[in-house]
């Protein structure tokens, strides 16, 4: 049984940073893989960035976040964050993270998933 817990989220102007994290508790024998997902209000979970489990340069990223957004991991902490930059507006939406066996970009190949933290972008 893994526990996730997201923070780093708040409010921030158009072209601003924040950086989120996800703390992992638990049954952790090993380090999971790792992926961050979004949800917009009114629209479906999508997904942001995710990390296979020897991190480093396994990293892969929707199209709409690459080049501004950075997954990375720390597995001495069991923490993975999201380094997000540039943000826009429309990147305003709870942001989980999610971790599973196997890196994946479809939510439903995810094996737990935290609570969630807001992100606002404002224009």
């Known amino acids: 049984q893994v526990q996730l817990v997201e923070s780093g989220g708040g409010l921030v102007q158009a072209g601003g940073s924040l950086r989120l994290s996800c703390a992992q508790s638990g049954r952790t024998f090993s380090p999971y893989a790792m992926g961050w997902f979004r949800q917009a209000p009114g629209k479906e979970r999508e997904f942001v960035a995710r990390?296979?489990?020897?991190?480093?340069?396994?990293?892969y990223y929707a199209d709409s976040v690459k080049g501004r957004f950075t997954i990375s991991r720390d597995n001495a902490e069991n923490t993975v964050y999201l380094q997000m930059n540039s943000l826009k507006p429309e990147d305003t939406a709870v942001y989980y993270c999610?971790?599973?066996?196997?890196?994946?970009?479809?939510?439903?190949?995810?094996?737990?998933w935290g609570q969630g933290t807001q992100v606002t972008v404002s224009s």
């Open positions: 990390i296979q489990r020897s991190g480093g340069a396994n990293a």
């Open positions: 999610a971790a599973g066996e196997y890196s994946s970009s479809i939510a439903r190949h995810y094996d737990y």
